[in-house]
Each structure stands twice: as structure tokens, then as C-alpha cells.
């Protein structure tokens, strides 16, 4: 089963930072991952598919990149909104990384 | 517009079987798998198994073989996901998603289960 590994698992941040989010497979996944982001009490919202694609209505501060074992998650410039948890997940198993709560410093 | 709507909040007994509903809208139900999604509380997400609505198949997480069964009703374009011999350990918010070719697109409002005796 392919595992990921997904880092850091806490994030403090200011409001204009850039901020990356790592996510590790434990074997190539080409680029069969996706992103989320899940607000406390809320279902995770869909951010990135295809390592890369952004998802229609999502703002274009988020980028992701990577294929095969390594890919990140970029947010170019923080806005209060932004803080939340954010998980990756490799579309083979559908498993998802540990995830990674992004917080104001 | 797509949407995913799910039964209420249930509290049930160690041992006891619970079933959660997911009510489909806005899309083509036998189209797009629907797959199981918990979070227990302060943890992260774990996948548990899709059903493909079309034709009825499933697929488990192997942790939860023997333990979930996940089913349709495709007249009222709806999924279920049952799950038994129910421990504290499964407290949890359960939650259904669309899924796309690439990821789960779009979610259920969560459902969440609490095991208790």
C-alpha cells in the first residue's frame, strides 16, 4: 500500500506570507494527488487535482507542483482565510497524508 | 448544483450497527463512485471504501473488511454506508464524496457518529 507522508504537521504563518507544504509517497504516484483544505466543523474542500490543476473557483495564491514521489502545496501570499488544515492525498489508494494545520503566528 | 446531503447525528451502543445516508443531487448518481471518508475527533482523514453506484460493487479499505458494507439505492439516487460491531473507537464524523478521476470533488456535510455506552 503506498503510503504518504506529509510535512510539517504545524505551520505558523503571518497574513502575506508564502507558505509550501510537502507531501512525500512512498512510491511514485506519477501525479495522481490532490489537495485539500478542511476548516474546523467544516467537510474538506477541494483545492488542487492533478498535483497541479487548480480547482475551478479556487484563488490563484494556491499552486501545487511535483510527480512521482514529491510534491508541494504553495499558498503565494496568506489571507486570513487561509488558516485551516490542508491534507494531501494520492489518488492510487485514495490515501491522505497526516495533515498540516496552518496557523497565525 | 452538486449536492451530497447526509443523515443526522446518531449515538449508538458498543456492539451496535449504525447506517448513514448520503443523498445525491445535481448530478448523474450511477456516474461517479461514492466513497466513505471518517475523521475521528482532533485526527485526520481516513478513507474507508467506495461503492460504484452503477453497478453496485464495492471496494474496502482493508481495515474495515468485515466490518463496513456500503450500499445503493439508485431510484432515489442515494448511498449508505453501514458499519457494525461498533467500538468507542469508531466516534467519529463520517463523511461521504464524489469521486472524480482525479479526486473527491465534492463532499457531504459530515455525519457524526458517537459510540457510547
Redesign the interface.
Known sequence: ?IQVTQSPSTLSASVGDRVTITCRASQSISR?L?W?Q?KPGK????LI??AS?L?SGVPSRFSGSGSGTEFTLTISSLQPDDFATY?C?Q?N???????TKLEIK | QVQLVQSGAEVKKPGASVRVSCKTSGYTFTAYYT?W?RQAPGQ????MG?INPNSGGTHYA?KFQGSVTMTRDTSITTAYMELSRLRSDDTAVY?CARG?T????H????TLVTVSS
Do not use: C, T
Open positions: 500500500d495522481w490532490a485539500y478542511q467537510a474538506p474542500k477541494l487535482y492533478r490543476n480547482e491534507y492525498q489518488y489508494s485514495y490515501r491522505f497524508g497526516q495533515g | 466513497h471518508v485526520g482523514l481516513e478513507w467506495w482493508q463523511y472524480g482525479y479526486s473527491f470533488d463532499w457531504g456535510q459530515g
